[in-house]
């Protein structure tokens, strides 16, 4: 959906329904205020016919009787004011529920206008500044979290406050058919209640945001452990201008990666503070040495640029919007009440304002990490890894949903040992996915480095995987153990 789109789904959203709430508490009291004027208009009619009769006045035309003449007009509008002045307390309650429900319609409108303001406004400061993104996407939150609650609650209690109007003006009529207008207003009723469970969802889902970590499963390997892959890790940091990791974990689930942010390295649950590198089994066991080292350079060119410090935590704190939002969105059964379309179309607008930054700055930041990754092996060698890892991830989905498969990283050397990687423009523009972010389609990266997308850069990231791709990882984790041996 376009954004603005989103944003006039919004507007009327936000607006249109305390329009309508506040026009129909608006003739819920117009109705007390007629009914007033016709108890008075009754009496001072009735009053000048008795002091005399050739004086009586014209009489409107909801209260006028063709069968009636003076005396059956005096007599029916004894009787009419005088269930009126009996009605009165019900009057004067039905009053104050009809103002009730206006000040809470206008009310809603009034956060409604405040909510879409602060979303404009933060939403352009974090176009233009990447400080007040990371630091305003929490406090945003929070706001979000208090001023969506707000309107809905405004909203269902102008609904609440109708619903009972019409409630006590059908028990002041009873006699007179009153409990047909109850049985109309059932359906209102069901929105009421809609909106009540909708509201106990956005107080649920729109609480503040928990502190972000990542769940890993995988292996750490510390200096003592593999200092091969250490030493290896060094000579790449020193060519890319940037600090060595503080940990290094291998695993399966995901591509290669960075991040500053908390890690819990399943099965054990084990805390990681600092640098994190995760390099895949998976990807490095079917790529050269080179083209692996382009693609740890461009991670660690992460850590040079001080992305890292706040970039996974506002990474992590994004996805962690989106899952609520789309919780909101979708819903266990199936259906968001029109009281909860607001709510749900400003966390939307929110998700959306917030998401545009994000990614702005994001591509900028995998951009000069290209150029990082470049500078380790060279733009072509760095170009051919992008390909391949593009190439690569949708061979590993397949595998991974193949009831065939057993051993991961096994199956897809087994696979790519007599069969060339399939690469196709399709793949060209995948945005190779973090466990927290994603990056701009590869054929603009390539394109920054200078580089054409040409046949022989498709050749060489399709090529069949060599022995030497296979081991070279092996090699340097075995590496410095037969001196300690």
């Given at each position: 959906?376009?954004?603005?789109?989103?944003?006039v789904?919004?507007?009327?959203?936000l607006?249109?329904?305390?329009?309508?709430?506040?026009?129909?508490?608006a003739?819920?009291?117009f109705?007390?205020?007629?009914t007033?004027?016709?108890e008075?208009?009754?009496?001072?009619?009735?009053?000048?016919?008795?002091?005399?009769?050739?004086?009586a006045?014209?009489?409107?035309r909801?209260?006028?009787?063709?069968?009636?003449?003076v005396e059956?007009?005096?007599?029916q509008?004894?009787?009419?004011a005088?269930?009126?002045?009996?009605?009165?307390?019900w009057?004067?309650?039905?009053?104050?529920?009809a103002?009730?429900?206006?000040?809470?319609?206008?009310?809603?409108?009034?956060?409604?206008a405040?909510?879409l303001?602060?979303?404009?406004?933060?939403?352009?400061?974090?176009?233009r500044s990447q400080?007040?993104?990371?630091?305003?996407?929490?406090?945003?939150w929070?706001?979000?979290?208090?001023?969506?609650?707000?309107?809905?609650?405004?909203?269902?209690?102008?609904?609440?406050?109708?619903?009972?109007?019409?409630?006590?003006w059908?028990?002041?009529?009873?006699h007179?058919?009153?409990?047909v207008a109850?049985?109309?207003?059932?359906?209102?009723?069901?929105?009421?209640?809609?909106?009540?469970?909708?509201?106990?969802r956005?107080?649920g889902?729109?609480?503040?945001?928990?502190e972000p970590v990542?769940?890993l499963?995988?292996r750490?390997?510390?200096r003592?452990a593999?200092?091969?892959l250490?030493?290896?890790l060094?000579?790449?940091?020193?060519r890319?201008?940037a600090?060595?990791?503080?940990?290094?974990?291998?695993?399966?689930?995901?591509?290669y990666?960075v991040t500053?942010a908390?890690?819990?390295?399943?099965?054990?649950?084990?805390?990681l503070?600092?640098?994190t590198?995760?390099?895949?089994?998976t990807?490095?066991?079917?790529?050269?040495?080179a083209?692996?080292?382009?693609i740890?350079?461009?991670?660690l060119?992460?850590?040079?640029?001080?992305?890292t410090?706040?970039?996974?935590?506002?990474?992590?704190?994004?996805?962690?919007?989106?899952l609520?939002i789309?919780r909101?969105?979708?819903?266990?059964?199936?259906?968001?009440?029109?009281?909860g379309?607001?709510?749900?179309?400003?966390?939307?607008?929110?998700?959306?304002?917030?998401?545009?930054?994000?990614l702005?700055?994001?591509?900028?930041?995998?951009?000069?990490a290209?150029?990082?990754?470049?500078?380790?092996a060279?733009?072509?060698?760095?170009?051919?890894?992008l390909?391949?890892?593009?190439?690569?991830?949708?061979?590993?989905?397949r595998?991974?949903?193949?009831?065939q498969?057993?051993?991961l990283?096994?199956?897809?050397?087994?696979?790519?040992?007599?069969?060339s990687?399939?690469?196709?423009?399709?793949?060209?523009?995948?945005?190779?996915?973090?466990?927290f972010d994603?990056?701009?389609?590869?054929?603009q990266r390539?394109?920054?480095?200078?580089?054409?997308?040409?046949?022989?850069?498709?050749?060489?990231?399709?090529?069949?995987?060599?022995?030497d791709?296979?081991?070279?990882?092996?090699?340097?984790l075995?590496a410095?153990?037969g001196?300690?041996?």
């Amino acid at each position: 959906m376009s954004h603005d789109t989103l944003r006039v789904r919004l507007l009327a959203f936000l607006f249109l329904i305390p329009l309508a709430l506040y026009a129909w508490s608006a003739v819920q009291a117009f109705r007390v205020d007629s009914t007033l004027r016709d108890e008075q208009f009754m009496r001072d009619w009735s009053a000048s016919v008795r002091n005399d009769p050739d004086a009586a006045g014209a009489i409107p035309r909801h209260l006028f009787r063709p069968a009636y003449g003076v005396e059956g007009h005096l007599h029916q509008f004894a009787e009419d004011a005088e269930a009126i002045r009996r009605d009165h307390p019900w009057l004067a309650l039905r009053g104050w529920l009809a103002a009730i429900g206006k000040l809470c319609a206008l009310a809603s409108a009034l956060v409604a206008a405040a909510l879409l303001a602060r979303l404009e406004y933060d939403g352009r400061r974090s176009m233009r500044s990447q400080a007040y993104l990371l630091g305003h996407l929490a406090p945003a939150w929070r706001r979000l979290g208090r001023l969506v609650p707000l309107h809905a609650g405004l909203l269902v209690a102008a609904l609440a406050s109708q619903l009972l109007y019409e409630a006590l003006w059908s028990y002041s009529h009873w006699h007179s058919h009153g409990f047909v207008a109850l049985l109309f207003s059932l359906p209102l009723w069901l929105l009421f209640l809609g909106g009540l469970l909708m509201l106990r969802r956005l107080c649920g889902e729109l609480l503040p945001l928990e502190e972000p970590v990542l769940h890993l499963l995988g292996r750490e390997l510390d200096r003592v452990a593999a200092p091969g892959l250490w030493q290896w890790l060094g000579q790449i940091a020193d060519r890319a201008g940037a600090p060595l990791p503080d940990h290094v974990v291998t695993g399966i689930e995901h591509c290669y990666f960075v991040t500053q942010a908390k890690v819990l390295l399943a099965p054990r649950g084990i805390p990681l503070e600092g640098r994190t590198l995760y390099i895949p089994l998976t990807y490095a066991s079917v790529m050269s040495e080179a083209e692996s080292a382009a693609i740890i350079g461009h991670e660690l060119g992460h850590f040079a640029a001080g992305d890292t410090a706040h970039g996974a935590s506002l990474s992590l704190l994004q996805r962690q919007v989106r899952l609520r939002i789309e919780r909101i969105a979708a819903p266990e059964d199936g259906h968001v009440g029109l009281l909860g379309k607001p709510g749900l179309w400003a966390a939307l607008y929110f998700l959306d304002r917030f998401e545009r930054a994000y990614l702005h700055w994001n591509r900028r930041q995998e951009l000069a990490a290209d150029k990082v990754g470049a500078r380790v092996a060279g733009a072509r060698v760095f170009a051919i890894a992008l390909l391949r890892t593009c190439a690569l991830a949708g061979l590993i989905e397949r595998l991974l949903a193949s009831p065939q498969t057993r051993n991961l990283v096994h199956a897809l050397t087994d696979h790519l040992r007599g069969n060339s990687l399939e690469l196709d423009e399709h793949d060209s523009a995948r945005r190779l996915e973090h466990p927290f972010d994603s990056h701009p389609p590869t054929f603009q990266r390539i394109a920054d480095l200078s580089l054409a997308l040409d046949d022989d850069l498709l050749r060489q990231a399709r090529r069949i995987v060599s022995a030497d791709d296979t081991q070279w990882l092996n090699r340097l984790l075995d590496a410095g153990h037969g001196e300690s041996r």
